[in-house]
């Protein structure tokens, strides 16, 4: 894990999409998506349910923020 990637989980729980995550911390969106799915990959569950339009927190996210 790396704080790079906290900062990514963090940044699309608080504006509520990869894309304004990706503007907020001036980063392509691509490289938000490969950091939460890293992330991910790391803690072996998902984090956010991206089925919907906005992803939200699974609630395995909810205990990890």
């Known amino acids: 894990m790396e704080i790079h990637q906290i900062e990514c989980f963090l ?4 504006t509520g999409s990869f894309r304004a995550a990706s ?13 939460i799915k890293k ?10 349910n991206r089925t919907e ?4 927190l699974t609630p395995q996210g909810r205990s990890l923020l």
């Open 53 to 56: 339009y906005r992803p939200s």
């Open 23 to 35: 503007e907020k911390l001036n980063k392509a969106q691509s490289a938000v998506s490969i950091a």
């Open 11 to 14: 940044a699309v729980v608080e």
């Open 39 to 48: 992330l991910e990959e790391e803690f072996g569950f998902e984090l956010f």
